[in-house]
């Protein structure tokens, strides 16, 4: 597979780990989740995780990155996916500015990179984690760990989980996940 191909692939799937994330907050909890998770919803949610993420405000920013980074088609496809989904509050707690320079074309790479990270190539409900690592789409593990009836991610905590959706699940989370050799500081102002 040339470099271009994987590229456009690595982008598709950092898509559909945002659109993942969607789907968890339109989704109430499981049993196996924190006490700070919403309820369930009166109707099952339909649609793949990029439909389920545009449909849910708290993940717009999610959504816009989803797009800047063209992996939405990626993200409607077959999967399964499993999405840690950051909200717009999780990305809001990056420092000023941050947002905005991974959503300019020359940081598409960068932003890529750390939507990928959100992205586990299987569907895990929060009551099949296991404490450890796992690997991402965007090829480093994340470590996972569930004590209490509280999962998380890298240290974020899963504030709703199993968002499901049909191509995969979703748990909405509290942090954006950044994986090692990302800096956010380095990101280009302007292309």
Known sequence: MNLKMRTVKRRQL????????GVMALTA????????????????????????AAATPSL??????????GLASTLDGAGPFTVFAPTNDA??????????KLLLPCNKDALTKILTYHVVPAKVLAADIKPG???TVEGQNVT???????????GANVTTA??????GVVHVIDGVLLPPGVDPAALKASC
């Open 60 to 69: 717009s920013t999610l959504v816009a990155a989803v797009q800047a980074a």
């Open 162 to 167: 199993d968002v499901a959706a049909s191509n």
């Open 14 to 21: 950092a898509l559909a780990a945002i659109a993942t994330a």
């Open 91 to 100: 990305f809001a707690k990056l420092p000023a500015g941050v947002v905005d």
């Open 144 to 154: 996972l760990a569930a004590s209490n009836n509280v999962v998380t991610v890298n």
């Open 133 to 135: 690592t796992v690997a």
């Open 29 to 52: 909890c499981s049993s196996s989740t924190n006490s700070t998770a919403t309820t369930p919803s009166a109707s099952p949610t339909t649609g793949t995780i990029v439909a389920v």
